[in-house]
């Protein structure tokens, strides 16, 4: 059992108590194919980060796949206290405004209201960009977000995520279409925003890490196993 105790300087079964993410020994793989990964326990509380992090291949897509419930685990389980929200890599934008885009995060009947849509804005950095638009909330951003470029619409997306309250949220990859200081700047920015969350950030760079989180390392074997270490860089 790989259990993640050392720290830097899915949908989950919904817990009736106690908030947070608990992955007890986990075991997964794809149908036909070996396991990707075995003996993963980890305990995130709400303010703790855990980073999987490790190149193509490695297993991050199928811990989140497992965190989603798409993937049913072999062995060990995975238990949320409350909603999980899911933020992934190649975010669906709509034919809209910033305003339906974020709205949708929620419940008709528990729809943002203008302030908690700008504090998302605010935190993801892309607050600034949204009020010099004509028309600010009101502004239609195109068909998959086309008036926006990469990086912006990667903002739109993780901003969404902030709306939808979840008590766990799942992070792949979000600063994929980001340069290394606006990276830097918008992990900054989301510790901030979900400091009372429990979050899983799925990455290619460990780089990435902050003071408190706890670093899961999938490392990718030449026989087609995989390897789990955990530590700091």
Known sequence: MVQPTERARGAAEPGPTAPGLTIDRLAAGWPGQPS?????????????????????????????????????????????????????????LFDSTVRGNLAMARAKEEAPDEDELWR???????????????????????????ELSGGQRQRLAVARTLVAEAGVVLLDEPTAHLDPEAAEDLVGGLHTALADRAVVMVTHRASELRDGDVLVRLDALGDGARRIAVGAD
């Open 120 to 146: 998302a804005l605010d935190r993801v950095g892309l607050g600034d960009h949204v009020r010099a638009l004509p028309g600010g909330l009101d502004a239609r951003i195109g068909s998959r977000g086309s």
């Open 36 to 92: 990707v990964f075995r003996g993963l326990t980890a305990d995130v509380s709400p303010g703790q980060w855990l980073v999987v992090a490790g190149p193509s291949g490695s297993g991050k897509t199928t811990v989140l796949a497992v965190l989603l419930g798409f993937l049913e685990p072999r062995e060990g389980g995975v238990r949320a206290g409350g909603r999980v929200a899911w933020c992934p890599q190649e975010s669906h």
